[in-house]
């Protein structure tokens, strides 16, 4: 599986989620949010910061490309929330034709992942770099969130689903989630190397999703299918 493109800390903090997202608004209907909307909900999300050091609890993507720099990293879980492949994507890991699917916590049950700390006096200039990323249109909705460690509870920054997104699909049959992972991909790559990366490094952290386990063994057999 090739990957055409990475974002990085630099193209990042460069803009290229927002030029990426203006250059296909066209296709793609999304609009991104300006810089100046996005400072302004950092500002009243900051506003409302539970005290204490600062964390992001990575889920998907921020778990094998952080981008971020940090003091501290912990396997975290979360409660109230799961993660689910319920956000369509038309470019990025997919196109107009060809939609893919990401990533983001829905409702329910419970998810483990990556808590990262934020370095004291830096907590601002990364929080940027995360909100460029995840923020840069309305697909997700920011919240903090109590993470349980296994040196304690911390409160934590994360994404959760926009359902009132026209992107939020909700819960697919499992039969069309593999059908959009298995063929989909973009500028950034494809959804079954994203899939992959997400399974592989939750290992790594000593996490084993079930669910997202089955679907890597099914995307697999699909590819395999129809390569043949």
């Known amino acids: 599986m090739e990957m055409t493109n ?6 990042i903090r460069d ?32 506003a409302r910061h539970p005290g204490g050091a600062t964390w992001v609890f990575g889920y998907g993507s921020l778990i094998w490309n952080p981008a971020i720099h940090f003091s ?10 799961h993660r689910s492949f319920c956000l369509r994507t038309v470019m990025g890991r997919g196109t107009p034709d060809n939609p893919g699917l990401m990533l983001a916590l829905d409702r329910g049950g419970s998810c483990a992942g990556v808590a990262y ?22 697909s ?11 040196r304690g509870r911390v409160w934590a920054l994360t994404f959760l689903a926009g359902r009132i997104n026209e992107r939020y699909v909700g819960r697919l049959p499992e039969a ?3 059908e959009h992972l298995a063929r989909a991909e973009g ?12 399974v592989t490094h ?13 679907l890597q063994h099914l995307v697999r057999a699909r590819r395999e299918d129809a390569s043949r």
């Not at 990475?6 to 193209?11: G, H, Y």
């Not at 997700?140 to 969130?145: E, G, I, K, T």
């Not at 939750?202 to 089955?214: H, I, P, Q």
């Open 140 to 150: 997700y909705r920011a919240a903090w969130v109590r993470a349980d460690t296994p």
């Open 187 to 198: 500028h950034l790559g494809s959804c079954a190397e994203y899939l992959d990366n997400t």
């Open 15 to 46: 803009g290229e989620v927002y030029r990426l997202l203006k250059a296909q608004e066209h296709l793609t209907k999304v609009r991104p949010l300006t810089d100046e909307e996005r400072t302004a909900r950092l500002d009243a999300f900051l």
């Open 176 to 178: 069309e989630i593999v």
């Open 6 to 11: 990475t974002l990085n800390r630099d193209s």
């Open 72 to 81: 501290e990293r912990r396997v975290a879980r979360i409660w109230g929330y």
């Open 202 to 214: 939750l290992a790594e952290c000593g996490v084993v999703d079930r669910r997202m386990t089955r």
């Open 117 to 138: 700390r934020l370095p004291d006096g830096q907590e601002r200039e990364e929080l940027e770099v995360v909100w460029a990323r995840e923020m840069a249109a309305e």
